[in-house]
């Protein structure tokens, strides 16, 4: 069962927005933890409460690992399992959303030419779902920036010459890199992918404004800095910026202190100024959307969320919608949106 303290079960008689537009979720996990229990049941659960989800990009949390065999191969593990899960999931037995459609695994990038090995390995199992590697790279002088990670990233890790060493091999493999970081590590991933152009590189999370403990005064001179940062990560035509994790305890919105249910009209509000930044300064054709869930689920349901994001986008062309729930991400992961879609309606 889920942990109590998300909201994930929250506001799903909200009546769904735009029920018919395909979303293609691009970041969310599965895994089991320590009084948090978050699985595929659990996910399709979400989606069947009506927002039409036709395929995910499933993304690593150095769950499943393999208990035995080199280190270096041993988050495999998590591959297989999401493999896994997309083979039930296409089988159609189990609705229409086709889970891990797209894969994003975890290896340690400090370990430069190494990392061969790994990519080769997960490509031969995952074939055309395996597309990139997360490795979480978060750094902050405040300690409870990194308090809540299951595992605590390595101290400057993006500019560890193995991860240099581990990254041009991404590139030569078509392989995307997701840099999970705070906004004042922007300039850093901006660095990287002026270095490497060829490489496309997605910003998790809009760069996470951490802004936890704040006050009004200093919340606005962290949005003016994360939003100079991010306008300057867009100049770089190979970045991407992933539009989720809203829902964490980074940017201390405060939802998840709420006891009332909190609806998608009061995150919409207060998502905007982010959302709304991003597409200006990124353009939707390297915008997408995600529900980060079950993480998001410390702030809010899964149809409030979903909704809340649509709100926001309203003031969008129909283009520009399409590309934001599920244009760009079938172009940068690589999937075949008009299976999915069919897959959708054939379930239906």
């Not at 929250?10 to 979303?23: A, S, T, Y």
């Not at 993304?59 to 083979?87: H, K, S």
């Not at 704040?214 to 306008?231: G, Q």
């Not at 201390?252 to 991003?278: C, I, Q, T």
Request: hydrophobic share 45%; glycine share 10%.
């Amino acid at each position: 069962m889920s942990a109590d303290f998300l909201k994930r079960n929250e506001g799903m008689d909200e009546v769904i927005l735009d029920p018919d537009m395909p979303i293609i979720d691009t970041h969310h996990h599965l895994f089991i933890r320590p009084g948090l229990r978050y699985l595929l049941d659990d996910y399709l659960a979400d989606t069947a409460a009506g927002h039409r989800v036709v395929g995910t990009v499933y993304v690593e949390t150095q769950a499943m690992a393999r208990r035995d065999g080199p280190a270096m191969l041993r988050p495999l593990g998590e591959i297989e399992y999401a493999l896994g899960v997309g083979a039930m999931c296409r089988s159609g037995t189990y609705g229409a959303t086709r889970v891990a459609e797209g894969i994003i695994g975890y290896s340690d990038m400090r370990a430069g030419d190494a990392i061969a090995e790994f990519l080769d390995a997960a490509s031969a199992i995952a074939g055309d779902r395996f597309r990139g590697i997360r490795q979480i790279a978060m750094a902050h002088s405040d300690p409870r920036a990194l308090q809540m990670l299951a595992h605590r990233p390595p101290a400057d890790l993006l500019t560890h010459p193995g991860f240099l060493a581990a990254f041009r091999h991404l590139g030569l493999r078509g392989l995307v890199f997701e840099a999970a970081i705070l906004h004042e590590q922007l300039p850093e991933v901006t660095a990287l992918a002026a270095a490497h152009p060829d490489t496309t590189i997605v910003v998790n999370h809009l760069g996470l404004a951490f802004a936890m403990g704040a006050n009004a005064a200093e919340r606005t001179d962290i949005f003016h800095t994360w939003r100079s940062n991010l306008a300057a990560a867009s100049r770089q035509p190979n970045l991407v910026c992933k539009i989720g994790g809203l829902g964490t305890l980074y940017w201390g919105f405060g939802f998840d202190r709420r006891a009332d249910p909190v609806s998608s009209v009061e995150l919409a509000e207060v998502w905007k100024p982010y959302v709304e930044s991003a597409i200006e300064l990124f353009g939707a054709e390297r915008c997408m959307t995600a529900s980060n869930f079950p993480n998001d689920g410390r702030s809010c349901g899964f149809v409030p969320l979903w909704n809340a994001l649509k709100r926001i986008a309203q003031g969008c062309s129909r283009d520009e919608r399409l590309a934001l729930f599920h244009g760009t991400a079938a172009r940068v992961y690589r999937l075949d949106l008009a299976a999915l879609v069919g897959a959708g309606q054939a379930a239906a």
